[in-house]
């Protein structure tokens, strides 16, 4: 569990992740959002609708934790979800406003947890997480998110002549 300090300072990164986001957008270009570089798993596009799209599930696991500590979570398959909510046909901008009010929600509730909240669990795949670890994992998954799309960024200004 994090000490209330490191808390904060979790919730304020939280925070930040879909302002980096934004930033990002604004210096990609727009023709090149539906392009897929070095194998990737989604483009531009879909990285943004997704990260918009798991902050409903994100939420939802915290609350679980916290009211029904121990309960057991579904996997969730990133690519069939995909598909299922067509991240591709999505608007990436909108997508980035719903991701940042989503992650807002989500920040909000995390701040009215106390510490011992904080400790409390659900069940992935038969493993535990604390809210604490699963907070860890929210930003990893934003920084993977934001290294693809800053590598798209520093692919399309190398190319530049």
């Given at each position: 569990?994090?000490?209330v ?31 897929r570089y ?6 531009p ?99 993977f ?7 798209h960024v ?8």
């Open positions: 569990m994090y000490p300090d490191m808390r904060q300072e979790v919730l304020e990164a939280l925070s930040s992740s879909p302002k980096v986001v934004e930033r990002l957008l604004r210096v990609f270009p727009s023709d090149r959002f539906d392009y070095g194998g990737a798993r989604f483009n596009r879909e990285v943004v609708a997704s990260l918009a799209d798991n902050e409903v599930i994100i939420l939802d696991r915290i609350r679980m934790a916290n009211l029904r500590p121990g309960s057991a979570v579904e996997s969730i398959d990133p690519v069939e979800r995909a598909k299922e909510h067509h991240y591709s046909d999505k608007d990436v901008f909108h997508e980035a406003e719903v991701y940042e009010s989503r992650r807002q929600t989500t920040v909000e509730y995390l701040r009215e947890l106390n510490e011992d909240d904080w400790s409390k669990t659900f069940v992935l795949s038969g493993v535990p997480i604390a809210i604490s670890e699963y907070a860890s994992l929210i930003l990893s998954n934003d920084l998110h934001m290294d693809q799309m800053s590598l520093a692919t399309e200004a190398a190319t530049i002549s």
